[in-house]
């Protein structure tokens, strides 16, 4: 496994494995990887080469959030990596990416202006700037995201049908802990006493979902329930509750098609996101 800093090194390896007539699989990370990146690389491990990005973007950071804060450590991402059969690291700094002066962005209306969007107004434009940056770098074939950042699903398959980006973009399965806990790198922040009342995100999200597997239809008595549900732990503080179309992202009234319930709870200072999708057949 190599790891390199510069997006010329991505380039010339790339390549070379496209000469060998390889296929790449990419899976873009900010690091502290955990078992979900892991099912995201062991997906990736269908074609014949595997790179994975680490890179804390500063772009998706407005100015009052965890930038400076968010976890870092190489070491330990590059022995997970290794671990899991990566074949390469692009480990860039902000000015490989950015350089002296940046000046242009990818952006997207409709899919961001809703749930995360509107308490993180920045994000979604930084996320979809770097994302078709590291395409334009890395070239795969496929490209592996999870499904806990939902909404960031979204937009990404979006921008890459709207954009004719050529690659496909595969969605992987949220991986928890063993009592509910959707893993993120976040969750580090949490004190044992708020990792215990982080339980209310899961707990919420199992009584939305068990509602609308046993027939619940009204997407306003689903959000109530959750809501009560997450009202119960002091420690907790709802930014949202939705249920919204799975591809506009857009709150609907009736459980219908293709449907994605989606929460975001502060636990003390730290905001932590889960989600259910519920596909009507
Ligand atoms: O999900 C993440 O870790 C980031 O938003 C991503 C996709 C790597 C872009 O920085």
Redo the contacts with the bound molecule.
């Keep these: 496994m190599r790891i390199v800093e510069t997006i010329e090194e991505v380039r010339a390896q790339i390549a070379e494995w496209r000469k060998e007539g390889r296929t790449i699989g990419f899976v ?3 690091g502290y990887l955990h078992e979900g990146h892991m099912s995201l690389i062991d997906a990736a491990g269908e074609n014949d080469r595997v790179v994975v ?1 680490i ?1 804390v ?1 500063p772009m ?1 950071f407005g100015p009052n959030e965890d930038l400076a804060s968010y976890p870092r450590d190489l070491e330990h991402d590059a022995g997970m990596c290794e671990e899991h059969g990566v074949d390469l690291i692009f480990y860039p700094t902000p000015e490989e990416m950015y350089g002296d002066t940046f000046y242009s962005y990818v952006d997207m209306n409709v899919l961001t202006q809703e749930l995360c969007g509107l308490s993180r107004p920045v994000h979604f434009r930084g ?1 979809c700037t ?2 078709a940056k590291l395409f334009n770098i890395v070239t795969p074939d496929k490209a592996y ?2 499904q806990k ?1 939902a909404q ?1 699903l979204a937009i990404i398959k979006r921008m890459v049908k709207d954009l004719n980006m050529p690659l496909t973009v595969i969605g992987c399965p949220i991986i928890r802990e063993a009592d509910g806990l959707a893993k993120s790198s976040r969750n580090t922040y949490l004190s044992p006493e708020e990792r215990k009342a982080a339980l209310v995100l899961s707990r919420s999200v199992f009584l939305g979902k068990k509602m609308v597997e046993e027939g619940e239809r009204d997407a306003k008595k689903v959000i109530s329930a959750m809501k009560e549900e997450i009202e119960r732990e002091p420690l907790a503080r709802i930014d949202y509750v939705k249920v919204v179309d799975l591809d506009t992202m857009q709150q609907v009234e009736r459980i219908e098609g293709d449907i994605l319930t989606a929460i975001a709870v502060f636990i003390g200072k730290t905001r932590l996101i889960d989600n259910f999708i519920y596909n009507e057949k």
């Design positions: 873009p990370t900010m990005s890179f973007n998706q996320v770097v994302v995201f999870g950042d960031q």
